[in-house]
C-alpha cells in the first residue's frame, strides 16, 4: 500500500511540503498529469511548455533517487484528474493523496473536486501551504479585510514574518526500494522547440546556481542595475519559480542571510530584492481574495467602462516590435525571441499598449502569457493591471511613461536597442532613442504609430471622464462566480 504525492507547479524534491509530509507518512507514489488542452486554455506559452516538460524529467530523476517512482499521465484538461487520481489510488492501494495548494481560481476548483472524487472512494486528500511564504488570509487588516495597499501590505507583512511564514524544508530522506517503476513516456507527446533549452535549462540545480550567483555576485548592485536591460543586473530565476523548481520561501531565506534576517539593515540592494519578493506574494494574496481577477476582470471595476479600443492593426505593431519607438520594439523583440522580458520593458510595452494605444490591457495580459516563459497569473495580472491603472494600488492615470525618456534614461548608449533591432545599430546614443523620419528611412524602420503628447492627452482626458471607481464590490460572492 503506497500513498500518492499528486506533483503540480510544484516540480522539485526540496522544500516540498505535500511531498515532505507523505514521506514522513509512508511509502509514496508520484502522479504528474499532462493536460495540454488545458494548456491551451490558460494561454501556456511554448517556452513555458517546454520547460515544464525538462523539469518534469529531472523531476523523475530526483524521485528515482528518494525511491520514489513517478508516472506522467496524460489527460485533457483538469475535469479528468479526480478520476485519474481515483484510479491511481485504488490501482497502488493508497488511502491519502498529498498535494500543494494553488491559489488561482480554476485550480482551486480543480482540487475541490479532485477532494469529492477521491472522498467518493474513500481516499483522504491533503493538501498544503507551498507558495507562497504566508498562507493567503493569514495577513489581514485590524478589520480583518484583506490588504489593498501595497506600503500596508509589507509593514504587515514584515511584522508577522517570523510568527506566520512556512519553514524551509530540507530534501527527503530515501524510502525503501518499492515494485512500482517510473513511466514519463507521455512527455514525448509534447512538441517543443529545442531552442529553449539554451535559454532556460531545467532543473533544481539550475535554479538554485541561478539564485546562488545573482546572491554572490549581483544583489548587493540590484538597486543600481536592475533597470538597466542591457546589463546582467536581475535574478532571472522567475521561469523556475513559475514551475515550482524554487520557492519564494528559499529566496528570502538567502536574501536576509545577508542581513542577519532583518528586513531594515543591510545594502540598499538586498532591501530592493526583499521588495521584489514581497510584492509577488501581495499578488498572489490578492488573487487568492478575488477569484475576479482570475476572470479577466479589474480590480477597479468601473474602469470596465473605459473606451478600450480593440484595434488589431496597432496591436500586431505592438506584437511584431514595429511602434516607431525603438525601446518599445526592442523589449517586444527580445520577449519572441527568448520568451522573457526585462522588467522595467515589462512596465514600458504595458504602459505604452494601455495608455498611448489604449487598447484593452487584457490583449497585453494574454499575449504576455502566451510567450513568456516565467509566465504566472499573479505576477502577470497585477503587473499589466499596474500599468493600466486598472488595479489595486496601481500606477495613478496620469502618471504615463514617455517610451523615449525610459529608452534615454535606461538604456542610455542604446546597447539594448541595437541588440534587438539592428537596423538602427549604426545610429548614434541619442538618435537612436527617436530617430529622425530620414534616418527611419535609411535604415527601413518604421515611423512612431502614435504621437505620444497626443496619445497621453487622450489617455488622461478618458480617465477623468470616468467617475470615482467602486472597488471591492461583491467580493464575498465572487467564489460563486461560473
Known amino acids: 500500500m503506497h500513498n ?139 478589520q480583518g479585510q484583506c490588504y489593498k495597499v501595497y506600503s500596508a501590505f509589507k509593514r504587515e507583512f514584515i511584522a508577522q514574518h517570523s510568527l506566520v511564514s512556512r519553514p524551509i524544508l530540507n530534501r527527503p530522506k530515501a524510502q525503501s526500494e518499492i515494485d512500482l517503476v517510473t513511466d514519463i513516456s507521455v512527455l514525448d507527446e509534447v512538441m517543443v522547440d529545442s531552442k529553449w533549452a539554451s535559454f532556460w535549462p531545467a532543473g533544481e540545480d539550475e535554479a538554485h546556481d541561478r539564485l546562488n550567483g545573482f546572491i554572490e555576485e549581483h544583489i548587493k548592485h540590484y538597486d543600481l542595475q ?45 532591501l530592493v530584492w526583499i521588495n521584489e519578493l514581497i510584492w509577488r506574494e501581495f499578488y498572489r ?40 519607438y525603438p525601446i518599445v520594439d526592442a523589449a517586444m523583440r527580445q520577449l519572441a525571441d527568448t520568451g522573457w522580458m526585462h522588467n522595467r520593458l515589462r512596465m514600458i510595452t504595458a504602459m505604452f499598449l494601455t495608455k498611448h494605444l489604449f487598447i484593452d490591457w487584457r490583449w497585453g495580459e494574454q499575449h504576455f502569457m502566451e510567450r513568456l516563459v516565467d509566465g504566472d497569473l499573479a505576477s502577470n495580472n497585477g503587473g499589466w493591471q499596474w500599468s493600466a491603472s486598472t488595479g489595486v494600488d496601481a500606477v495613478p492615470y496620469f502618471r504615463i511613461f514617455n517610451p523615449t525618456r525610459q529608452s534615454q534614461r535606461f538604456d542610455p548608449n542604446g546597447d539594448f536597442i541595437r541588440r534587438y533591432v539592428p537596423e538602427l545599430a549604426k545610429l548614434d546614443s541619442k538618435s537612436i532613442h527617436q530617430p529622425s523620419a530620414a534616418q527611419a528611412a535609411n535604415a527601413g524602420y518604421v515611423l512612431p504609430i502614435v504621437d505620444h503628447a497626443t496619445a497621453v492627452a487622450q489617455t488622461k482626458l478618458w480617465f477623468r471622464q470616468l467617475s470615482e471607481p467602486t472597488v471591492d464590490m461583491f467580493s464575498d460572492q465572487e467564489l460563486q462566480l461560473a
Request: charged content about 25%.
Open 226 to 270: 536592475r533597470d538597466l536591460p542591457s546589463v546582467e543586473g536581475t535574478s532571472r530565476i522567475s521561469p523556475y519559480l513559475a514551475v515550482g523548481a524554487l520557492t519564494t520561501t528559499q529566496c528570502m531565506q538567502a536574501a536576509l542571510s545577508l542581513t542577519e534576517g532583518r528586513f531594515d539593515s543591510g545594502r540598499n540592494g538586498i
Open 4 to 142: 500518492i504525492v499528486w506533483f503540480r507547479s510544484d516540480l522539485r524534491v526540496h522544500d516540498n511540503p505535500a511531498l515532505d509530509a507523505a514521506m514522513q507518512r509512508g511509502s509514496v507514489v508520484a502522479i504528474y498529469m499532462l493536460a495540454q488542452k488545458q494548456w491551451d486554455h490558460h494561454f501556456v506559452s511554448p517556452a513555458k511548455r517546454s520547460l515544464i516538460v525538462r523539469q518534469v524529467k529531472v523531476l523523475a530523476e530526483q524521485l528515482n533517487k528518494l525511491n520514489v517512482p513517478l508516472t506522467v499521465i496524460s489527460c485533457t484538461d483538469y475535469s479528468d484528474y479526480g478520476e485519474i487520481l481515483s484510479k491511481q489510488a485504488s490501482r497502488v492501494g493508497a488511502r491519502c493523496v498529498y498535494f500543494n495548494t494553488e491559489y488561482e481560481v480554476n485550480e482551486k476548483r480543480c482540487a475541490e473536486q479532485v477532494e469529492n472524487k477521491l472522498a467518493s472512494v474513500s481516499v483522504r486528500a491533503n493538501a498544503f501551504h507551498d507558495s507562497c511564504m504566508v498562507q493567503p488570509g493569514k495577513i489581514r487588516t485590524k
Open 285 to 324: 494574496h490578492l488573487l487568492d481574495e478575488y477569484p475576479r481577477l482570475c476572470k479577466f476582470k479589474p480590480f477597479k471595476l468601473d474602469t470596465d467602462r473605459l473606451p478600450w479600443k480593440q484595434d488589431k492593426t496597432l496591436f500586431k505593431a505592438w506584437i511584431d516590435g514595429k511602434t516607431g
